[in-house]
């Protein structure tokens, strides 16, 4: 649990994005919605499951409803439930089933990032696992529709960043953050 206010969590999410995702460009459309101002940043004060569920409806609904010039993707950062990323890796469970329920698959997808984020097979200090490593437990909302944009296959940009932390190795990554 962190002591820090909600600004605090929400510049060290944001510090995170410009070093790591856009600095390192894991991602091929972050800059652009940063650039943009187009991204929510949405902290949680969730602490149990039911009022997680609960602001994850509200922000999915959100994102669809809104205009994509305006909010292109949003940031569900909750660092007061899911520290452990073996329950946070349950919930990812039910936060697909929500997309369907709310029939919002094929329109909007979760992505998830994780302090402890950790890859199957792999051990937790592999640099591999810091492409999804995040300050904080976040889930990212992205429109299917940004994602068909980019016309990058997902496969190809988790080799790149895989390729990327390991040139830069653990050194590189804990430098980034001096």
């Not at 946070?88 to 994780?114: K, M, P, R, T, W």
């Not at 190795?169 to 001096?178: I, M, P």
């Amino acid at each position: 649990m962190t002591h820090l206010s909600n600004q605090q969590i929400i510049q060290e999410t944001e510090r995170w994005l410009t070093s790591a995702v856009i600095g390192l460009n894991l991602c091929p459309f972050a800059k652009a919605v940063h650039v943009k101002k187009q991204i929510r940043y949405v902290l949680s004060e969730a602490r149990n499951i039911d009022v997680l569920i609960e602001t994850l409806i509200t922000e999915l609904e959100t994102l669809a409803a809104a205009n994509p010039a305006e909010i292109e993707t949003t940031l569900l950062i909750h660092p007061h439930i899911l520290g452990d990323f073996l329950a946070y890796n349950d919930f990812l469970d039910i936060a697909d089933s929500l997309l369907e329920e709310l029939n919002l698959g094929g329109v909007l997808q979760i992505a998830s990032f994780h302090p402890q984020y950790q890859f199957e097979g792999s051990c937790p200090d592999d640099i591999d696992n810091y492409t999804n490593r995040s300050p904080y437990p976040t889930l990212h909302l992205i429109r299917e529709e940004s994602i068909a944009k980019v016309e990058a296959d997902a496969d190809v940009i988790v080799e790149r960043n895989i390729a990327t932390l390991r040139a830069m190795g653990l050194a590189g990554w804990t430098k980034l953050w001096e």
